[in-house]
């Protein structure tokens, strides 16, 4: 069995024009385990994500995949890297399995492996029955669902989710939480959710708080509680991220 | 990474376009409306006003209609190659282009391959208009149907890349249609598609040289020689140096930092 994929941001900072969206950002994830990002809208999430997924470049720092400069093994990070991003990028217009065809091309797989592993994610999530529709069709907790089966099909080693289960009910919420967990447990994907919703995250959870583009604290939840004196993570989240700037 | 997974790869990004093409039906009828109205409506009006003499690859006296129908094929070519730019903005606005940004194979052979694909989308509909043209009295050796097939497919890629060039320029969608006014119209009127350029330059020296720098114009004269199954070697060249220049500068200009959008980011 192949080793969970490993990675490790260094020192990194990211500014848009005078703005700084990340500063000086270092964590390193646990392979095979459930990471949770947690931090409120506006923390800098969704910049680290673009950055780890090369949308952006690297200002300054180094972000390491397998312990190398993603900047030397770009293909060999996106090859195995599966991302659910923040705003939908399914095409509405297409149906559930012409949105996975089109992703599996990308990576360069024929039809017939990608209609083949098609069939495993959509049935695996609750969706078989659902590959010839529209996505347009779809409700909010199905189509998060489809993007997680198409963020899958290449088989990726390292899973990154930014607010996957935002907008959606709460047992919408839960089902896709538990699913990806469940992949950490059953093919070893070292998974990254960023979420600002505390009920999604569990007191083992390897567990990073942005705040205002900086790491305010990392640790399992239930150490980062016993080390600062908060009986949950909600308590937590408040006393790091009520802080004014540094 | 092997050849396979290069082609898996091309027959993605041809079979999107295609799914997105059956979606847009009226864009298919749209595209078809507007050169027929020229053939149909332009043409009759201009016809006593603008005579053709015997110009090559014509052997004689042709009708204003059978002028102005290679132009036409190359309209539906320059509107496709802008429109499809347009999705790129789009794309880029909802997101979806990040699909393609993530993929692991080579970005350059990505948008080639894109390029092809609304090349090959467009081929479609001028064949279409060629047959409505034909039923309308444009009548081209039947050989002649097949010969442009390859000169069609280099002047849309040629446009295609155009496009995209201006594309990874225009940070919003409703800047495109301002691009549409300055690029699509200028580049249609100021060639040789509705009026020969010895007519030009019998009115305007300059306008004249402003046709010959077009590469529309040259585009143009490749399908229409092709047509008549005869080679313009110079239309030839210029077209293919002008799809290889605008290529290379649509994959290098194509930055993704620009084509999405971060999450607003608090002060």
């Keep these: ?246 | 990474m092997n050849i396979a997974t290069y082609l898996h790869a091309f027959n993605g990004v041809v079979k999107r376009e295609f799914w997105r093409f059956i979606q847009q039906r009226s864009r298919f009828l749209s595209a078809l409306v507007r050169p027929l109205l020229w053939l149909v409506v332009f043409a009759a009006g201009f016809r006593a006003a603008l005579g053709v003499a015997i110009i090559p690859p014509y052997q004689t006296y042709i009708t204003y209609e059978t002028y102005i129908a290679p132009g036409l094929c190359c309209m539906i070519l320059l509107f496709n190659g802008m429109q499809s730019s347009l999705s790129m903005v789009y794309d880029r606005e909802m997101g979806s282009m990040k699909v393609l940004l993530m993929s692991p194979i080579s970005r350059a052979w990505l948008l080639i391959s894109k390029l092809v694909a609304i090349a090959l989308i467009s081929l479609l509909q001028v064949y279409a208009f060629i047959g409505i043209a034909w039923v309308a009295g444009v009548e081209p050796p039947v050989l002649g149907l097949l010969a442009v097939l390859p000169a069609l497919l280099l002047v849309a890629v040629m446009l295609g890349a155009i496009g995209l060039f201006l594309s990874a320029r225009i940070k919003q969608l409703e800047n495109f249609a301002g691009v549409m006014n300055f690029v699509i119209f200028p580049m249609f009127f100021l060639s040789s598609a509705l009026y020969p350029l010895w007519k030009m330059r019998e009115s305007s020296e300059w306008l004249y040289w402003i046709c010959q720098y077009n590469p529309f114009t040259h585009a143009v004269e490749l399908v229409r020689f092709a047509l008549y199954l005869e080679l313009n070697g110079q239309a030839l060249a210029i077209t293919a140096g002008a799809t290889a220049l605008f290529t290379v500068l649509a994959v290098i200009s194509f930055n993704p930092e620009k084509s999405v959008r971060a999450a607003p980011v608090r002060k």
Aim: with cysteine; charged share 25%.
């Design chain 1, 1 to 246: 069995m192949t080793e969970p994929a490993t990675l490790e941001i260094e020192h990194v900072s990211h500014h848009y024009g005078a703005r700084v969206a990340l500063d000086d950002v270092s964590l390193t994830l646990e392979p095979g385990r459930f990471n949770a990002l947690l931090g409120p809208n506006g923390a800098g999430k969704s910049t680290l994500f673009a950055l780890l997924t090369r949308l952006y470049r690297i200002q300054q720092g180094e972000i390491r995949f397998q312990g190398a400069s993603i900047e030397q093994v770009p293909k060999r990070l996106l090859a195995s890297l599966g991302v659910v991003f923040q705003q939908s990028t399914l095409d509405l217009d297409l149906t559930v399995l012409q949105n996975l065809e089109y992703h599996g091309a990308l990576h360069g797989l024929s039809t017939r492996e990608i209609r083949h592993r098609a069939d495993r994610e959509l049935s695996w999530l609750g969706l078989a029955d659902r590959k010839k529709e529209k996505v347009r069709a779809l409700n909010g907790g199905h189509r998060r669902r489809v993007e997680i089966a198409r963020a899958l099909l290449h088989k990726p080693r390292l899973l990154l989710l930014d607010e996957a289960s935002a907008g959606l009910d709460i047992a919408s919420r839960q089902a896709i939480n538990m699913a990806v967990r469940s992949l950490c447990d059953e093919r070893q994907l070292t998974v990254l959710w960023a979420t600002h919703l505390l009920e999604e995250l569990q007191p083992a959870d390897p567990t990073v708080i942005l705040h205002q583009g900086r790491v305010k604290a990392s640790g399992t939840g239930a150490s980062l509680c016993e080390a600062n004196h908060c009986e949950g993570i909600a308590a937590l989240f408040e006393h790091f991220t009520m802080q004014g700037p540094d």
